[in-house]
Protein backbone atom coordinates (compact mmCIF):
# COMPACT_ATOMS: atom_id res chain seq x y z
CA UNK A 1 0.00 0.00 0.00
CA UNK A 2 1.25 3.02 -1.43
CA UNK A 3 1.70 6.44 2.00
CA UNK A 4 2.89 9.98 1.84
CA UNK A 5 5.43 10.58 4.42
CA UNK A 6 4.51 14.37 4.81
CA UNK A 7 7.22 16.35 6.96
CA UNK A 8 7.63 20.16 7.86
CA UNK A 9 10.78 22.25 8.81
CA UNK A 10 10.71 24.92 11.57
CA UNK A 11 13.90 27.24 12.09
CA UNK A 12 14.27 30.87 12.99
CA UNK A 13 17.50 32.55 12.82
CA UNK A 14 18.32 34.88 15.66
CA UNK A 15 19.01 37.83 13.38
CA UNK A 16 23.31 39.47 13.75
CA UNK A 17 22.71 43.48 14.61
CA UNK A 18 24.97 45.91 12.80
CA UNK A 19 28.58 45.50 14.43
CA UNK A 20 31.56 47.54 13.68
CA UNK A 21 35.21 46.53 14.04
CA UNK A 22 35.80 49.35 17.17
CA UNK A 23 32.40 47.60 18.85
CA UNK A 24 34.99 44.64 19.46
CA UNK A 25 35.97 44.21 23.45
CA UNK A 26 33.04 46.85 24.08
CA UNK A 27 30.06 45.23 23.25
CA UNK A 28 29.14 41.76 23.59
CA UNK A 29 25.59 41.54 22.36
CA UNK A 30 25.53 40.74 18.94
CA UNK A 31 21.60 40.69 18.15
CA UNK A 32 19.16 42.68 16.19
CA UNK A 33 15.87 42.38 19.05
CA UNK A 34 13.48 44.10 16.93
CA UNK A 35 14.21 42.30 13.91
CA UNK A 36 14.07 38.75 15.32
CA UNK A 37 10.68 40.17 17.11
CA UNK A 38 9.10 41.52 14.36
CA UNK A 39 9.82 38.50 11.70
CA UNK A 40 8.83 35.76 13.95
CA UNK A 41 5.71 37.20 14.92
CA UNK A 42 5.14 38.28 11.43
CA UNK A 43 5.64 34.14 10.20
CA UNK A 44 3.48 33.11 12.96
CA UNK A 45 0.71 35.01 12.04
CA UNK A 46 0.70 34.48 8.46
CA UNK A 47 2.48 31.07 8.20
CA UNK A 48 2.56 29.34 11.46
CA UNK A 49 -0.27 29.48 13.09
CA UNK A 50 -2.87 29.22 9.83
CA UNK A 51 -0.66 26.29 8.52
CA UNK A 52 -1.06 24.56 12.11
CA UNK A 53 -4.43 24.76 12.82
CA UNK A 54 -5.22 23.37 9.18
CA UNK A 55 -2.93 20.34 10.29
CA UNK A 56 -4.87 20.05 13.41
CA UNK A 57 -8.28 20.35 11.52
CA UNK A 58 -6.70 17.97 8.95
CA UNK A 59 -6.36 15.37 11.71
CA UNK A 60 -9.50 15.93 13.46
CA UNK A 61 -11.10 15.44 10.49
CA UNK A 62 -9.88 12.68 9.09
CA UNK A 63 -10.29 11.07 12.70
CA UNK A 64 -6.04 10.39 12.75
CA UNK A 65 -5.68 9.10 9.24
CA UNK A 66 -3.77 12.20 8.35
CA UNK A 67 -0.17 12.09 9.74
CA UNK A 68 3.03 14.54 9.73
CA UNK A 69 5.92 15.05 11.40
CA UNK A 70 8.07 18.33 12.57
CA UNK A 71 11.49 19.04 12.79
CA UNK A 72 12.42 22.41 15.26
CA UNK A 73 15.89 23.67 15.68
CA UNK A 74 16.46 24.69 19.33
CA UNK A 75 17.38 28.59 18.14
CA UNK A 76 13.83 28.35 16.52
CA UNK A 77 12.21 27.41 19.48
CA UNK A 78 14.13 29.79 21.34
CA UNK A 79 12.93 32.82 19.17
CA UNK A 80 9.49 31.14 19.59
CA UNK A 81 9.50 30.77 23.26
CA UNK A 82 10.02 34.62 23.75
CA UNK A 83 8.34 35.94 20.41
CA UNK A 84 5.59 33.62 19.87
CA UNK A 85 4.39 31.08 22.58
CA UNK A 86 1.08 30.04 20.94
CA UNK A 87 3.23 28.18 18.34
CA UNK A 88 4.50 26.04 20.65
CA UNK A 89 1.38 25.58 22.47
CA UNK A 90 -0.57 24.73 19.42
CA UNK A 91 2.41 22.03 17.89
CA UNK A 92 1.89 20.10 21.78
CA UNK A 93 -1.83 19.96 20.93
CA UNK A 94 -0.94 18.73 18.04
CA UNK A 95 1.45 16.06 19.70
CA UNK A 96 -1.98 15.11 21.93
CA UNK A 97 -2.92 13.85 18.71
CA UNK A 98 -1.07 10.76 18.51
CA UNK A 99 -0.24 11.49 14.91
CA UNK A 100 2.65 13.96 14.66
CA UNK A 101 5.78 12.94 15.12
CA UNK A 102 8.86 15.22 16.37
CA UNK A 103 12.44 14.56 14.50
CA UNK A 104 15.91 15.40 15.48
CA UNK A 105 18.09 17.49 14.26
CA UNK A 106 21.41 19.73 15.23
CA UNK A 107 20.16 22.56 17.82
CA UNK A 108 21.79 25.22 16.21
CA UNK A 109 20.85 24.52 12.58
CA UNK A 110 24.27 24.60 11.99
CA UNK A 111 26.72 22.65 9.95
CA UNK A 112 28.74 20.69 12.16
CA UNK A 113 28.20 17.77 10.77
CA UNK A 114 30.68 19.11 7.75
CA UNK A 115 33.51 19.53 10.61
CA UNK A 116 33.54 18.39 14.41
CA UNK A 117 31.66 14.92 15.18
CA UNK A 118 31.93 15.80 19.03
CA UNK A 119 30.11 19.27 18.50
CA UNK A 120 27.73 17.46 15.73
CA UNK A 121 26.67 14.79 18.58
CA UNK A 122 26.70 17.40 21.30
CA UNK A 123 24.46 19.77 19.26
CA UNK A 124 21.77 17.06 18.23
CA UNK A 125 21.74 15.47 21.94
CA UNK A 126 20.96 19.03 23.04
CA UNK A 127 17.82 19.22 20.65
CA UNK A 128 16.85 15.83 21.34
CA UNK A 129 16.26 16.81 25.42
CA UNK A 130 14.81 19.84 24.38
CA UNK A 131 11.81 17.72 22.09
CA UNK A 132 11.54 15.22 25.03
CA UNK A 133 11.12 18.53 27.86
CA UNK A 134 8.39 19.54 25.39
CA UNK A 135 6.74 16.84 23.80
CA UNK A 136 7.62 13.49 26.02
CA UNK A 137 9.17 12.07 23.23
CA UNK A 138 13.21 10.65 22.29
CA UNK A 139 13.35 11.49 18.59
CA UNK A 140 14.06 8.33 16.75
CA UNK A 141 15.15 9.73 13.83
CA UNK A 142 17.65 12.07 12.36
CA UNK A 143 17.27 15.30 9.84
CA UNK A 144 20.25 16.76 9.63
CA UNK A 145 20.47 21.25 8.62
CA UNK A 146 18.87 21.31 5.42
CA UNK A 147 18.99 17.49 4.92
CA UNK A 148 22.95 17.30 4.88
CA UNK A 149 23.86 13.88 4.14
CA UNK A 150 26.82 11.47 3.46
CA UNK A 151 27.93 8.09 4.15
CA UNK A 152 30.25 9.39 7.48
CA UNK A 153 27.07 11.62 8.31
CA UNK A 154 25.10 8.58 8.24
CA UNK A 155 27.77 6.59 10.23
CA UNK A 156 27.33 9.16 13.04
CA UNK A 157 23.79 9.25 12.89
CA UNK A 158 23.77 5.34 13.71
CA UNK A 159 26.46 5.77 16.21
CA UNK A 160 24.02 7.96 18.07
CA UNK A 161 21.27 5.21 17.71
CA UNK A 162 18.90 6.53 15.36
CA UNK A 163 17.18 4.35 13.00
CA UNK A 164 16.50 6.60 10.02
CA UNK A 165 17.83 9.59 8.97
CA UNK A 166 15.87 11.94 6.11
CA UNK A 167 17.59 13.54 3.08
CA UNK A 168 17.55 14.70 -0.38
CA UNK A 169 16.51 12.77 -3.21
CA UNK A 170 18.86 14.24 -5.83
CA UNK A 171 19.32 13.21 -9.50
CA UNK A 172 23.19 13.02 -9.21
CA UNK A 173 23.32 10.55 -6.50
CA UNK A 174 19.96 8.36 -7.10
CA UNK A 175 20.65 7.87 -10.67
CA UNK A 176 18.52 5.69 -11.91
CA UNK A 177 16.95 5.05 -8.70
CA UNK A 178 13.71 6.06 -7.32
CA UNK A 179 13.00 8.18 -4.13
CA UNK A 180 10.08 6.10 -3.41
CA UNK A 181 11.99 3.14 -1.56
CA UNK A 182 13.55 3.10 1.75
CA UNK A 183 17.35 3.18 1.63
CA UNK A 184 19.89 2.27 4.17
CA UNK A 185 23.21 3.71 4.43
CA UNK A 186 26.37 2.42 3.17
CA UNK A 187 28.40 2.20 5.92
CA UNK A 188 25.67 1.59 8.66
CA UNK A 189 23.27 -0.88 7.02
CA UNK A 190 21.07 -0.54 10.05
CA UNK A 191 20.64 3.14 9.05
CA UNK A 192 17.59 3.76 7.01
CA UNK A 193 17.51 6.82 4.68
CA UNK A 194 14.21 8.49 3.64
CA UNK A 195 14.49 10.69 0.26
CA UNK A 196 12.77 13.52 -0.13
CA UNK A 197 10.64 13.13 -3.30
CA UNK A 198 12.16 16.86 -4.86
CA UNK A 199 9.73 17.25 -7.95
CA UNK A 200 6.63 16.61 -5.82
CA UNK A 201 7.66 18.85 -2.86
CA UNK A 202 8.58 21.70 -4.81
CA UNK A 203 5.18 21.17 -6.74
CA UNK A 204 3.55 22.74 -3.65
CA UNK A 205 6.36 24.67 -1.77
CA UNK A 206 8.03 26.51 -4.80
CA UNK A 207 5.91 26.64 -7.55
CA UNK A 208 1.82 26.04 -6.67
CA UNK A 209 1.36 30.12 -6.66
CA UNK A 210 3.43 30.42 -9.92
CA UNK A 211 0.75 30.91 -12.85
CA UNK A 212 3.75 30.69 -15.42
CA UNK A 213 4.22 26.90 -14.00
CA UNK A 214 2.91 24.41 -16.81
CA UNK A 215 1.30 22.57 -13.80
CA UNK A 216 -0.82 25.55 -12.41
CA UNK A 217 -3.88 25.51 -11.07
CA UNK A 218 -2.46 22.73 -8.70
CA UNK A 219 -5.51 20.64 -7.27
CA UNK A 220 -5.68 18.19 -4.67
CA UNK A 221 -7.39 15.51 -6.67
CA UNK A 222 -4.98 15.90 -9.64
CA UNK A 223 -1.54 15.89 -7.24
CA UNK A 224 -3.37 12.67 -5.05
CA UNK A 225 -3.94 10.49 -8.81
CA UNK A 226 -0.11 11.08 -9.46
CA UNK A 227 0.71 9.13 -6.70
CA UNK A 228 -1.53 6.53 -7.44
CA UNK A 229 -0.10 6.12 -10.82
CA UNK A 230 3.26 5.25 -10.00
CA UNK A 231 4.03 2.05 -10.42
CA UNK A 232 2.73 -0.03 -7.34
CA UNK A 233 6.07 -1.27 -6.26
CA UNK A 234 6.98 2.26 -5.34
CA UNK A 235 5.22 2.89 -2.29
CA UNK A 236 6.80 5.22 0.03
CA UNK A 237 6.16 9.68 -1.36
CA UNK A 238 8.01 11.29 0.68
CA UNK A 239 7.08 15.09 0.64
CA UNK A 240 9.31 17.42 3.07
CA UNK A 241 9.16 21.22 2.65
CA UNK A 242 9.34 24.10 5.39
CA UNK A 243 6.18 25.16 7.59
CA UNK A 244 6.48 28.34 6.16
CA UNK A 245 6.22 27.87 2.36
CA UNK A 246 2.25 27.55 3.69
CA UNK A 247 1.61 31.39 3.91
CA UNK A 248 5.21 33.25 3.42
CA UNK A 249 6.45 31.37 0.01
CA UNK A 250 3.03 30.14 -1.38
CA UNK A 251 0.77 33.02 0.03
CA UNK A 252 -2.46 32.29 2.26
CA UNK A 253 -4.25 33.79 -0.79
CA UNK A 254 -3.26 31.07 -3.09
CA UNK A 255 -5.57 28.94 -1.10
CA UNK A 256 -2.83 26.54 -0.37
CA UNK A 257 -4.41 25.79 2.97
CA UNK A 258 -7.51 24.41 1.21
CA UNK A 259 -5.20 22.53 -1.43
CA UNK A 260 -3.86 20.76 1.86
CA UNK A 261 -6.83 20.37 3.52
CA UNK A 262 -8.25 18.95 0.69
CA UNK A 263 -5.54 16.16 0.65
CA UNK A 264 -6.47 13.00 3.17
CA UNK A 265 -9.81 12.66 1.58
CA UNK A 266 -8.85 12.18 -1.90
CA UNK A 267 -5.75 9.88 -0.35
CA UNK A 268 -8.44 7.93 1.39
CA UNK A 269 -10.26 7.44 -1.25
CA UNK A 270 -7.38 6.00 -3.65
CA UNK A 271 -6.24 3.72 -0.99
CA UNK A 272 -2.76 5.68 0.15
CA UNK A 273 -2.17 5.98 3.51
CA UNK A 274 -0.39 8.76 5.92
CA UNK A 275 3.07 7.89 7.44
CA UNK A 276 5.20 8.95 10.44
CA UNK A 277 9.43 8.70 9.41
CA UNK A 278 9.75 6.34 12.13
CA UNK A 279 6.37 3.93 11.23
CA UNK A 280 7.90 3.68 7.68
CA UNK A 281 11.33 3.00 9.02
CA UNK A 282 9.31 0.23 11.09
CA UNK A 283 7.60 -1.41 8.53
CA UNK A 284 9.50 -0.95 5.51
CA UNK A 285 12.67 -3.10 4.81
CA UNK A 286 15.59 -1.36 2.82
CA UNK A 287 15.81 -1.97 -0.54
CA UNK A 288 19.69 -1.64 -0.85
CA UNK A 289 22.98 0.89 -0.07
CA UNK A 290 22.70 4.07 -1.21
CA UNK A 291 26.47 5.28 -1.67
CA UNK A 292 26.79 8.91 -1.25
CA UNK A 293 30.39 9.71 -0.67
CA UNK A 294 30.41 13.29 -1.35
CA UNK A 295 28.12 15.45 0.83
CA UNK A 296 24.47 16.84 -0.66
CA UNK A 297 21.82 18.84 0.51
CA UNK A 298 18.17 19.92 -0.82
CA UNK A 299 19.77 23.73 -1.20
CA UNK A 300 20.07 25.09 -4.80
CA UNK A 301 19.85 22.91 -8.32
CA UNK A 302 23.78 21.43 -7.28
CA UNK A 303 21.99 19.65 -4.17
CA UNK A 304 25.40 20.26 -1.98
CA UNK A 305 26.81 22.45 0.35
CA UNK A 306 28.36 25.12 -1.81
CA UNK A 307 25.67 27.83 -0.45
CA UNK A 308 27.40 27.92 2.96
CA UNK A 309 30.91 27.00 1.65
CA UNK A 310 31.25 27.62 -1.86
CA UNK A 311 33.79 30.78 -1.40
CA UNK A 312 37.17 31.96 0.32
CA UNK A 313 34.86 34.30 2.61
CA UNK A 314 32.70 31.53 3.67
CA UNK A 315 34.68 28.76 4.38
CA UNK A 316 37.35 31.54 5.89
CA UNK A 317 34.28 32.78 8.59
CA UNK A 318 33.51 28.88 8.89
CA UNK A 319 37.51 27.49 9.72
CA UNK A 320 37.58 30.44 11.97
CA UNK A 321 34.25 29.63 14.28
CA UNK A 322 35.27 25.91 14.43
CA UNK A 323 38.66 26.93 15.62
CA UNK A 324 37.52 27.46 19.20
CA UNK A 325 35.19 24.09 18.94
CA UNK A 326 36.53 22.28 21.58
CA UNK A 327 37.73 25.55 23.92
CA UNK A 328 33.97 26.11 23.77
CA UNK A 329 33.13 23.02 24.75
CA UNK A 330 36.02 22.20 27.31
CA UNK A 331 35.16 25.60 28.95
CA UNK A 332 30.97 25.12 29.05
CA UNK A 333 30.26 28.89 29.83
CA UNK A 334 26.53 28.98 30.09
CA UNK A 335 26.36 32.63 28.08
CA UNK A 336 29.22 31.63 25.25
CA UNK A 337 27.24 28.54 24.78
CA UNK A 338 24.28 30.75 23.32
CA UNK A 339 26.09 32.91 21.32
CA UNK A 340 27.80 29.54 20.00
CA UNK A 341 24.50 28.17 18.80
CA UNK A 342 23.32 31.63 17.18
CA UNK A 343 26.32 31.72 15.46
CA UNK A 344 27.01 28.59 13.99
CA UNK A 345 23.14 28.97 12.16
CA UNK A 346 23.80 27.92 8.48
CA UNK A 347 21.94 31.16 7.72
CA UNK A 348 24.53 32.98 8.68
CA UNK A 349 26.79 31.57 5.86
CA UNK A 350 24.41 31.93 3.28
CA UNK A 351 24.38 35.06 3.23
CA UNK A 352 27.97 35.14 2.35
CA UNK A 353 27.36 33.50 -1.10
CA UNK A 354 28.01 34.63 -4.09
CA UNK A 355 26.05 31.98 -5.92
CA UNK A 356 23.12 32.82 -8.34
CA UNK A 357 19.88 31.41 -7.39
CA UNK A 358 16.43 30.30 -8.61
CA UNK A 359 15.40 30.91 -4.97
CA UNK A 360 15.55 34.32 -3.86
CA UNK A 361 17.81 35.00 -1.04
CA UNK A 362 16.69 37.87 1.15
CA UNK A 363 20.38 39.30 2.74
CA UNK A 364 18.50 41.09 5.57
CA UNK A 365 20.99 44.08 6.87
CA UNK A 366 23.94 43.25 4.59
CA UNK A 367 24.55 44.88 0.99
CA UNK A 368 26.64 41.93 -0.07
CA UNK A 369 28.17 39.11 0.65
CA UNK A 370 31.15 40.87 1.37
CA UNK A 371 28.89 43.08 3.65
CA UNK A 372 27.54 39.69 4.98
CA UNK A 373 31.38 38.46 5.91
CA UNK A 374 32.76 41.57 7.32
CA UNK A 375 30.06 42.14 10.37
CA UNK A 376 29.95 38.19 10.70
CA UNK A 377 34.02 38.07 10.93
CA UNK A 378 34.00 41.12 13.62
CA UNK A 379 31.06 39.74 15.96
CA UNK A 380 33.09 36.21 15.72
CA UNK A 381 36.55 38.12 16.52
CA UNK A 382 34.58 39.38 19.70
CA UNK A 383 33.14 36.33 20.76
CA UNK A 384 37.06 34.05 20.59
CA UNK A 385 38.42 37.00 22.45
CA UNK A 386 36.08 36.29 24.99
CA UNK A 387 36.19 32.36 24.67
CA UNK A 388 39.99 32.82 25.22
CA UNK A 389 39.72 35.19 28.46
CA UNK A 390 37.76 32.53 30.11
CA UNK A 391 41.13 30.96 30.23
CA UNK A 392 44.89 31.87 29.52
CA UNK A 393 45.39 31.13 25.86
CA UNK A 394 48.66 30.57 26.64
CA UNK A 395 47.07 26.72 27.90
CA UNK A 396 46.63 24.41 24.92
CA UNK A 397 43.16 22.46 24.46
CA UNK A 398 44.63 19.19 25.91
CA UNK A 399 46.20 21.20 29.08
CA UNK A 400 43.07 23.06 29.60
CA UNK A 401 40.90 19.64 29.26
CA UNK A 402 43.17 17.84 32.13
CA UNK A 403 43.45 20.72 33.94
CA UNK A 404 39.34 21.39 34.28
CA UNK A 405 38.50 17.32 34.61
CA UNK A 406 41.19 17.50 37.45
CA UNK A 407 38.76 20.64 39.03
CA UNK A 408 35.84 18.04 38.48
CA UNK A 409 37.04 15.25 39.93
CA UNK A 410 37.73 17.12 43.18
CA UNK A 411 34.86 19.10 43.26
CA UNK A 412 32.87 15.45 42.78
CA UNK A 413 35.07 13.94 45.53
CA UNK A 414 34.47 17.12 47.89
CA UNK A 415 30.41 16.44 46.81
CA UNK A 416 31.02 13.19 48.16
CA UNK A 417 32.83 13.77 50.92
CA UNK A 418 30.07 16.49 52.40
CA UNK A 419 27.21 14.08 52.11
CA UNK A 420 28.59 11.80 54.20
CA UNK A 421 29.46 14.27 56.89
CA UNK A 422 26.01 15.29 56.78
CA UNK A 423 25.09 11.40 56.67
CA UNK A 424 27.07 10.95 59.77
CA UNK A 425 26.09 14.26 61.41
CA UNK A 426 22.52 13.30 61.17
CA UNK A 427 23.01 9.75 62.33
CA UNK A 428 25.06 10.98 65.39
CA UNK A 429 21.77 13.15 66.14
CA UNK A 430 19.91 10.71 66.03
CA UNK A 431 22.10 8.29 68.70
CA UNK A 432 22.27 11.75 70.95
CA UNK A 433 18.35 12.00 70.73
CA UNK A 434 18.21 8.34 71.72
CA UNK A 435 20.70 8.66 74.41
CA UNK A 436 18.75 11.24 76.16
CA UNK A 437 15.11 9.63 75.89
CA UNK A 438 16.61 6.29 77.51
CA UNK A 439 18.16 8.58 80.26
CA UNK A 440 14.94 10.47 80.80
CA UNK A 441 13.32 6.95 81.03
CA UNK A 442 16.08 5.74 83.59
CA UNK A 443 15.14 8.65 86.01
CA UNK A 444 11.72 7.95 86.18
CA UNK A 445 9.63 5.66 89.11
CA UNK A 446 9.75 2.12 87.84
CA UNK A 447 6.10 1.93 89.37
CA UNK A 448 3.57 4.43 90.30
CA UNK A 449 1.82 3.54 94.15
CA UNK A 450 -1.40 2.32 93.00
CA UNK A 451 -4.86 3.13 95.60
CA UNK A 452 -4.74 -0.33 96.88
CA UNK A 453 -0.60 -0.25 97.75
CA UNK A 454 -1.25 3.26 98.97
CA UNK A 455 -3.97 1.46 101.26
CA UNK A 456 -2.29 -1.42 102.54
CA UNK A 457 0.98 0.65 103.61
CA UNK A 458 -1.28 3.10 105.67
CA UNK A 459 -2.42 -0.13 107.38
CA UNK A 460 1.02 -1.68 108.09
CA UNK A 461 2.23 1.86 109.87
CA UNK A 462 -1.50 1.70 111.65
CA UNK A 463 -0.54 -1.42 113.15
CA UNK A 464 2.69 -0.74 114.02
CA UNK A 465 1.72 2.34 116.07
CA UNK A 466 -0.62 0.08 117.75
CA UNK A 467 1.98 -2.02 118.96
CA UNK A 468 4.66 0.60 120.06
CA UNK A 469 1.66 1.73 122.54
CA UNK A 470 0.87 -1.13 124.08
CA UNK A 471 4.35 -1.89 125.03
CA UNK A 472 4.73 1.23 126.51
CA UNK A 473 1.67 0.48 128.88
CA UNK A 474 2.93 -2.68 129.72
CA UNK A 475 3.92 -2.81 133.69
CA UNK A 476 6.87 -4.67 135.27
CA UNK A 477 5.21 -7.22 136.91
CA UNK A 478 3.96 -8.41 133.63
CA UNK A 479 6.99 -8.77 132.23
CA UNK A 480 8.82 -10.56 135.05
CA UNK A 481 5.08 -13.20 134.68
CA UNK A 482 5.67 -13.72 131.32
Not at 35 to 48: L, V
Not at 446 to 463: D, I, L
Request: overall charge negative; aromatic content about 10%.
Amino acid sequence: MKTICLYFEIHQIVHLKRYRFFDIGTDHYYYDDYENERSINHIAECSYMPALNTLQKMIQDSNGYFKCAFSISGVGMEQLEVHAPQVLDKLQELNKTGCVEFLAEPYSHGLSSLKDSECFAADVRKQCKKMVDYFGHKPTVLRNSSLIYSDDIGLQAAQLGFKGMLTEGAKHVLGWKSPHYVYNCAMAPELKLLLRDVTMSDDISLRFNNSDWEGYPLFADQYIDRIAKAPQEEQVFNIFMELSALGIAQPLSSNILDFMAALPKFAKGAGITFSTPTEICNTHNSVGNLDVPDTLSWTDEERDVSSWLGNPMQREAFDKLYSVAERVRIADDPRINQDWDYLQASNNFRFMTTKPSSVGLDRGIYSSPFDAFTNYMNILGDFINRVNSLYPPEIDNDQLNSLLTTIKNEGDEIAMKDKEIARLQAKLEKLEAANEKLRENEEKPKTKPTHNTRKNASKKETAKKETENAAKTTTPDTKEKK
